[in-house]
């Protein structure tokens, strides 16, 4: 099933193809049965068109992410932060037991389909991070998956680990959506993770990559997460990225950043300046 936010509340979209209204009410995505609600929805609503606006599908949750979880993104950050003397951290992170988890948004700092993400302009090396993200309940529990564009400073990180938050967390510099694909199912490893960027007509990258690539485990990676921290309203957790474009590659404004996720869709975006 796929759950979409829109403008006037939550929709879901069935196997078949579907479109129910969600009854009004907030929290509707901390719901520890999550899957067998929305299961029940279909069968004495009345179905209806999906509207073309679509909002993040998030409420009041954080998002979280993870670092360094795809030995793609491991060697491109050794790269970046080799002259700041950080290059072995990273290295470190992808071999040891615990994983790297930071604070990506709030909810007001992350958009939806269609809507601009954004660079810094302190910043002259920007690129996005394409990534499978975890809706987890309050309880712990994984309710579904979406597709989150972790935007990302490279310069900035790579100057100093220790800038990261501000590499990372800035208004616009998180994307979701375009639904939450809510299923008891875990995803097969063979899922693939598509990123597309178009520049005035053109493509100017792309690349792909699959769940199997992954070294932790998404179950993994919430137990850590939630080890010490509690999350009333449940969370987002993006799962990290195996897909970085070249060092010569930068973002500019105008640019439009495509993402495909198998089952769940595609998130578009269009790319913008602060």
């Not at 993040?56 to 790269?79: F, L, N």
């Not at 993400?117 to 579904?144: A, H």
């Not at 957790?237 to 060092?247: F, K, Q, S, Y």
Request: proline share 7%; with cysteine.
């Amino acid at each position: 099933m796929l759950l979409y936010r829109t403008l006037t509340g939550w929709m879901l979209k069935t196997a078949t193809g579907l479109c129910f209204e969600a009854p009004p009410g907030d929290r509707l995505t901390t719901r520890e049965d999550l899957y067998d609600y929305l299961n029940s929805l279909g069968k004495d609503s009345t179905a209806s068109d999906l509207p073309r606006t679509l909002l993040a599908p998030i409420e009041a949750q954080e998002v979280w992410a993870a670092g360094v979880t795809y030995y793609r993104s491991r060697s491109a950050r050794m790269a970046e932060s080799q002259e700041a003397g950080g290059g072995s951290f990273y290295d470190r992170v992808y071999q040891a037991e615990r994983p790297e988890l930071f604070m990506k948004a709030t909810p007001h700092r992350v958009v939806g389909p269609e809507a601009a993400v954004r660079i810094r302009r302190d910043s002259k090396w920007n690129v996005p991070e394409p990534e499978l993200t975890l809706l987890v309940s309050p309880g712990g529990k994984i309710l579904g998956y979406t597709i989150g564009n972790d935007m990302s400073s490279r310069d900035i990180e790579g100057e100093n680990p220790l800038y990261l938050p501000q590499a990372k967390i800035y208004d616009g510099s998180c994307a979701l959506g375009p639904a939450i694909l809510v299923t008891q199912e875990a995803l097969a490893p063979s899922t693939g993770i598509h990123v597309k960027i178009e520049r005035a007509g053109a493509d100017v990258f792309s690349g792909s990559t699959t769940l199997a690539e992954m070294k932790r485990r998404p179950e993994e990676l919430v137990e850590y997460l939630y080890r010490e921290s509690s999350f009333p309203n449940g969370c987002f957790l993006m799962t990290g990225t195996g897909i970085v474009p070249p060092d010569t590659f930068t973002l500019l404004p105008g640019d439009r950043v495509e993402i495909a996720i198998d089952g769940i869709g595609v998130l578009r975006n269009t790319v913008d300046q602060l």
